[in-house]
């Protein structure tokens, strides 16, 4: 059973950057499929921020895709995210998942000084 | 983008009723859509892929069809533990889209 973990600060500075890993655990993450952000702002529906294979390929958001990064790291088996100048509106609950079935738990990060 | 629109945006049901949820994508997606239920304060659960196909756990009593561009989800009875917001997310292109909700209250 794969399991994803999310980890990072809750809080960031506005105009600071967001970074979130993805800890993967009962798989490797070289495995053929496809790692993926998504946001949820309170209150708010759902977001796709992106994913990531393991050979470093990548497809982003283009409303987003300035400010992101995604990576992988073979040697810890997870992947992380980066969002740059962030301002209040990238507050938001993070997942990381796999497209169409595993999910993290969701960490909230709060934008704010 | 393709847009995902889905309808109702609320619907109220109560116990035993049967529900339908609808996603409309803005071109063809052939069969890739797929549906997650999510509860306050909890991450989305994955419920269908490939539109029809249920993920391993999920109650027989949903069920998923369609293809093209318009699409449902049906709970054929609903339990006390269905109630949550329904959303259906296209993963035919880039970027994925996900529809706005469907939150699924108590009559």
């Known amino acids: 059973?794969?399991?994803?973990?999310?980890?990072?600060?809750?809080?960031?500075?506005?105009?600071?950057?967001?970074?979130?890993?993805?800890?993967?655990?009962?798989?490797?993450?070289?495995?053929?499929?496809?790692?993926?952000?998504?946001?949820?702002?309170?209150?708010?529906?759902?977001?796709?921020?992106?994913?990531?294979?393991?050979?470093?390929?990548?497809?982003?958001?283009?409303?987003?895709?300035?400010?992101?990064?995604?990576?992988?790291?073979?040697?810890?088996?997870?992947?992380?995210?980066?969002?740059?100048?962030?301002?209040?509106?990238?507050?938001?609950?993070?997942?990381?998942?796999?497209p169409t079935d595993y999910w993290g738990q969701g960490t909230l990060v709060t934008v704010s000084s | 983008d393709i847009q995902v629109t889905q309808s109702p945006s609320s619907v109220s049901a109560s116990v035993g009723d049967r529900v339908t949820i609808t996603c409309r994508a803005s071109q063809g997606i052939s069969v890739y859509l797929a549906w997650f239920q999510q509860k306050p304060g909890k991450a989305p659960k994955s419920l269908i892929y490939a539109a029809s196909h249920l993920h391993s756990g999920v109650p027989s009593r949903f069920s998923g069809s369609g293809s093209g561009t318009d699409f449902t989800l049906t709970i054929s009875s609903l339990q006390p533990e269905d109630f949550a917001t329904y959303y259906c997310q296209q993963y035919d292109d880039y970027p994925r889209t996900f529809g706005q909700g469907t939150k699924l209250e108590i009559k």
């Open chain 1, 1 to 98: 059973q794969l399991h994803l973990q999310e980890s990072g600060p809750g809080l960031v500075n506005p105009s600071g950057t967001l970074s979130l890993t993805c800890g993967v655990s009962g798989a490797s993450i070289s495995t053929s499929r496809w790692w993926s952000w998504v946001r949820q702002p309170p209150g708010k529906g759902l977001e796709w921020i992106g994913e990531i294979f393991h050979t470093g390929s990548t497809h982003y958001n283009p409303s987003l895709k300035s400010r992101v990064t995604l990576s992988v790291d073979k040697s810890k088996n997870h992947f992380s995210l980066m969002l740059t100048s962030v301002t209040a509106a990238d507050t938001a609950v993070y997942y990381c998942a796999t």
